[in-house]
């Protein structure tokens, strides 16, 4: 997926966080939303957080 090879996505599970250049993609290719994978790039739009009442904004 996305190119990349599995020492690769394992790198970025260890790191806890998936590059911002990978976002789109990994959204349009597993359906999991930019606001959950990223959320702090996409968080003014992240449901989590509208439901939680929580700032949209960090």
């Known amino acids: ?3 990349v090879s599995q020492p690769t996505v394992w790198s970025w599970i260890k ?3 998936l590059p ?3 976002v ?3 959204e349009r290719e597993t359906g999991v939303s930019r606001h959950e994978l990223r959320p702090d790039l996409y968080a003014d739009r992240c449901p989590a957080c509208a ?3 929580a ?3 960090p």
Request: charged share 15%.
């Open 1 to 3: 997926m996305c190119g």
């Open 24 to 26: 789109l993609l990994a």
């Open 51 to 53: 439901m939680a009442g």
């Open 15 to 17: 790191a806890d966080r």
């Open 55 to 57: 700032p949209a904004t």
């Open 20 to 22: 911002a250049e990978y």
